[in-house]
């Protein structure tokens, strides 16, 4: 080893060929490096001076997010101003996975957090990955107060986790109503395309089905903007100046929340609809139909297990059957009959029938529901007791197209037009139908059945009490109407609704008072077959009716309780009161019920107590009122 | 010279205040001990002036064991940082070993080079020490995992070994043996994530979010700096976070993204100043270890420079190689110092040799 200074003076100096070479190859680095100088300058000048303002751009939509806020959806109020169906804020945790350093780790922390299996969590994230990478992921909706507490305080250690807050419909009172309120639902393409896009967004939810989705415009408000300066972990740095929402308006129905409620409790796990409408206007005080839907199931999307159940479900929760459901209108129907026999003067108040149990006419028997017969009949009575015979010689008498005349003027077989949807028209046929349709002639036989209610007929719940409704006010066919106003979200009233009339019947006031008659003795009457809607204080006047859904002469023998539920007939029950001077109209419809005066009419019976019973009170209170103030 | 180095490790220094700004309690942290170590480095280099560096030849062996085992002692030892063994926690500092190695490497090539030259050239047998020395680096910092530096290592070897005289079927063989090697090296030895950026750096929009999401950040940080910046201390895309280890790689950013084209172009000439003067020491030196180890040390801090400025522009995938002086990083910042020290040493004892 040589010493440190031997080293030093051993050196080889570097002599001048080798100098020329390494001069070159020096160049040759110097070259090089000035080579990359330039590809970095260019490199520089290209980024910020030629795509710089693009560049600045993107810088700029990294830094602030546009945020949508969802404005508060209109309320839903019953005609005494009571809240129905509001909103209430709903907190859902969202997930930003790019904004988190170790994904599985976040999944892991969350499935303990929220109770959730991480199986579950993954699912979720699996089913977002078609999304936008900067919509964040659901994982949890609607979650409670523990929950949010804790994940607030624990927020830096979860990044890319975020608290989202939503509304979210609040049901006050269940299923109260669920047909005519409707649900909401994302927003899919069609809908997209039909609305005004500005306002809508894939994401949004939009109204699906009744009400909601028919005033959608109303209910829904406007959206606001927030802008929002994020980090590039997504936590909000601060709230840059944005747009305010709009809160959507009010809907106050004309429904009378504690009439509805008393129906619907008393068609609880029946199917069938129930009508009341106040008889000078057209307001409708109820409009139940059964089964309900259970609403919150449709909150966030129903789930497909819940909607199979309900398609197969054979009560069909999902028909509104006030107005999709269309049936044999049964006995009720003997109203029509009555009044084409009066007004055609085929018959009068005191024509008499007999009655022995059952007709002979052609080659066939055609039986009265009263085995015995009622023996002689007058226009009272056949009404009363809902006698079979007398309303087949009527029918007989009148014919087929004058019963067809008369119905359609009471309102039967067109829709009354009510500002809702899939409203059906039903059917009333006339000889002439009848060969368009089954391509054969009318038989006179046929008319029989179509006298009582029975055979072709079809009806609609509301069009029977519409046509209960001109019986009762002397022949104003009312176009019956659900919402009251539109009130705006500073209290002031948008717009206001009034009675319509359809159609007003002139000429008839007597026959008509002369039926009303009928319907009194129908639930006062000894042998009225509607005594069970009897009142104490009121005088109720009704009609029942029994609606074949298979021939009577298949089960003549069984006990009605064997028969199938499917086979069984419809119960129906139409009344208004009270008699003197009417302001309600009840019509109740049993699917199924079996006979009218037994299941339909005690329902009916309920909602007109719950009616006067509300009314009585009020006067009461004005009374004390008027007492207080007088003193 | 020196007026250069200090240029651009103030504008370090200023550039990463500016970088950790919105970091809350650990960014002042982070400032003062940069500067610590700039002040440390400033010492180093005045001790180096008191010694000749050809006594590096000398203490070549013994050097380049003892960074052998604090690469070692790191590998094995060390504190795990994101799944890398990198460090070794020596209490008031985390020293993190493969940065000196750089440095030892081109000391130890220069020495060899100088040694063994015949003038001829060199055969390909004579390059296997080298090609050992090198890939006894390459092996262990690719063990950290550090593909970024390993490739480092490699880079050096080249430049160094183009730079002396060679055989030219060497050249062949070694171009051979690269065009072998590569193929093989990816699919067997390196780990996903690092193919993953190669493959990404291809096409960073691809993938915005993921591995292409640094390059991209980085891309609007610099583009979105404009003309004249958008001020110092008012770069959004670092101050937001957006913009990832931005005190280290991508340190240029933030700097192109406050001070603009016209301050980036200010930087880059001082920089690059600093550079070709060192390359003029080569050239100035009479001896030729002077030479090796001049030319060594320049092509360790333009490379890393390169790359470190390429990446930042999108041009390359991220790998994790700083910019010299600028970039934070104690071992890194010592490190490059003391290589400026010693080309400060080599210029200013040129003519000594003439003497003797």
């Known amino acids: 080893m040589q010493s440190p200074k031997e080293t030093l003076t051993k050196l080889r100096k570097v002599d001048t060929g080798e100098l020329n070479q390494l001069k070159k190859r020096t160049d040759a680095a110097t070259l090089v490096i000035i080579f990359f100088i330039a590809v970095i300058l260019a490199r520089l000048w290209f980024l910020q001076i030629h795509y710089g303002s693009k560049y600045k751009d993107k810088a700029d939509n990294n830094r602030v997010r546009m945020l949508d806020v969802v404005a508060s959806r209109g309320n839903v109020l019953d005609r005494d101003g009571r809240t129905i169906i509001t909103n209430r804020p709903s907190f859902n945790i969202v997930w930003v996975k790019e904004d988190s350093p170790d994904p599985d780790e976040i999944i892991k922390k969350l499935s303990r957090i929220l109770n959730e299996e991480i199986a579950v969590l993954l699912k979720r994230v699996r089913e977002a990955a078609d999304n936008p990478r900067h919509i964040p992921i659901l994982l949890q909706e609607d979650i409670d107060w523990k929950t949010l507490v804790y994940i607030e305080n624990n927020h830096y250690d979860l990044p890319g986790v975020r608290i989202e807050v939503l509304p979210r419909r609040d049901y006050l009172y269940e299923d109260f109503g669920s047909h005519m309120i409707g649900y909401l639902g994302q927003i899919n393409m069609k809908e997209l395309e039909e609305k005004n896009s500005a306002n809508y967004q894939g994401g949004d939810q939009i109204g699906k089905r009744g009400f909601e989705k028919l005033y959608e415009d109303e209910l829904r408000g406007e959206k606001g903007t927030m802008y929002m300066e994020v980090d590039a972990h997504g936590f909000e740095q601060r709230q840059l100046k944005g747009k305010e929402t709009l809160p959507g308006n009010d809907l106050q129905l004309t429904i009378d929340m504690d009439l509805q409620l008393e129906a619907e409790k008393a068609m609880a796990g029946k199917a069938g609809a129930v009508v009341a409408m106040d008889v000078k206007s057209g307001r409708l005080l109820v409009f139940a139909s059964a089964p309900p839907l259970h609403l919150e199931d449709f909150v966030g999307g129903i789930s497909t297990k819940n909607w199979q159940a309900l398609l197969e479900n054979i009560k069909r929760p999902l028909v509104h059957k006030t107005i999709q459901g269309q049936y044999p209108p049964g006995s009720t129907y003997k109203i029509v009959t009555a009044l084409a026999g009066l007004s055609k003067g085929v018959i009068t108040p005191n024509t008499v ?29 056949a009404l009363a007791e809902s006698c079979d015979v007398y309303f087949y010689q009527v029918g007989l008498k009148v014919e087929v197209d004058s019963l067809a005349e008369y119905a359609n003027r009471m309102g039967l077989g067109h829709k009354t037009g009510i500002d809702f949807e899939y409203e059906k028209s039903g059917l009333i ?182 009616y006067f019973a509300k009314k009585t009170e009020l006067e009461t209170n004005k009374a004390k009122e008027n007492q207080n103030v007088l003193q | 010279m020196l007026v250069a180095v200090l240029l651009i490790a103030a504008m370090g220094l200023i550039n990463l205040y500016s970088a950790t700004y919105a970091g809350g309690a650990s960014s002042t942290t982070v400032f003062i001990r940069q500067l610590f170590f700039f002040l440390a480095g400033l010492s180093c280099i005045m001790i180096i002036h008191l010694f000749d560096y050809r006594l590096l030849l000398t203490w070549n062996y013994i050097l380049y064991g003892i960074v052998v085992c604090l690469l070692l002692a790191s590998l094995l030892l060390g504190g795990s940082i994101a799944g890398t063994q990198r460090w070794i926690n020596l209490g008031f500092f985390r020293l993190q070993p493969s940065e000196p190695a750089k440095l030892m490497l081109v000391i130890s090539l220069a020495s060899y080079y100088y040694r063994k030259d015949t003038g001829r050239g060199f055969t390909i047998g004579q390059l296997l020490i080298p090609m050992a020395l090198t890939g006894v680096f390459f092996i262990l910092v690719l063990m950290q995992p550090d593909l970024g530096t390993a490739m480092m290592f490699a880079g050096i070897f080249i430049s160094m070994t183009l730079f002396v005289k060679l055989k030219w079927s060497t050249i062949g063989i070694i171009f051979g043996g690269c065009s072998a090697v590569i193929p093989i090296g990816w699919q067997f030895f390196l780990k996903p994530y690092q193919k993953q950026r190669i493959m990404t750096f291809l096409s960073p929009e691809s993938d915005p979010t993921n591995s292409g999401y640094h390059i991209m950040q980085s891309k609007i940080a610099v583009g979105s700096g404009l003309k004249f910046g958008k001020g110092y201390l008012k770069g959004t895309q670092g101050h937001l976070h957006f913009l990832p280890e931005r005190h280290t790689d991508f340190a240029f950013s933030v700097w192109a993204e406050e001070w603009g084209f016209a301050g980036s172009l200010f930087f880059l000439a001082v920089y690059f100043f600093m550079i070709l003067w060192g390359l003029n020491v080569c050239l100035a030196s009479r001896d030729k270890f002077g030479v090796l180890l001049a030319f060594g040390i320049v092509s360790l801090i333009f490379w890393q420079a390169i790359i470190n400025l390429l990446m930042v522009m999108g041009f390359l995938p991220v790998v994790g190689i700083p910019l010299p002086l600028f970039s934070y990083g104690g071992s890194s910042l010592l490190t490059t110092l003391i290589g400026i020290g010693l080309l400060m040493n080599i210029r200013m004892r040129r003519n000594q040799v003439r003497k003797n």
């Not at chain 1, 002439?432 to 209610?453: C, F, H, N, P, R």
């Open chain 1, 429 to 610: 046929p006339t000889a002439a139908w009848k060969k368009l349709a089954k391509g054969v002639s009318w038989q006179d036989g046929e008319t029989l059945s179509i006298a009582i209610g029975q055979g072709f007929n079809l009806v609609t719940p509301l069009q029977v009490c519409q046509m209960t409704v001109a019986l009762a006010n002397g022949g104003i066919l009312y176009k019956p109407f659900l919402i009251e106003r539109i009130i705006d979200s500073e209290g002031q009233v948008a717009k206001e609704f009034e009675p319509v009339v359809d159609v007003e019947l002139v000429g008839m006031e007597k026959y008509l008072k002369l039926i009303r008659e009928g319907l009194v003795g129908a639930v006062n009457d000894r042998h009225g077959t509607g005594k069970e809607a009897q009142l104490k204080d009121v005088t109720v006047a009704g009609k029942t009716g029994t609606a074949q859904v298979v021939s009577m002469k298949k089960f003549q023998e069984t006990d009605e309780e064997d028969v199938a539920y499917k086979h069984k007939d419809h119960a129906w029950f139409t009344s208004f009161a009270p008699a003197e001077n009417p302001e309600i109209a009840v019509t109740v419809l049993v699917e199924h019920g079996g006979h009218g005066g037994s299941a339909a009419a005690p329902i009916a019976k309920k909602i007109l107590a719950r």
């Open chain 1, 353 to 381: 029938f007999y009655c022995s149990g059952s007709m002979k006419f052609g080659n066939r028997r055609y039986g009265c529901w009263k085995e015995g017969g009622h023996g002689p009949v007058s226009l009272h009575r």
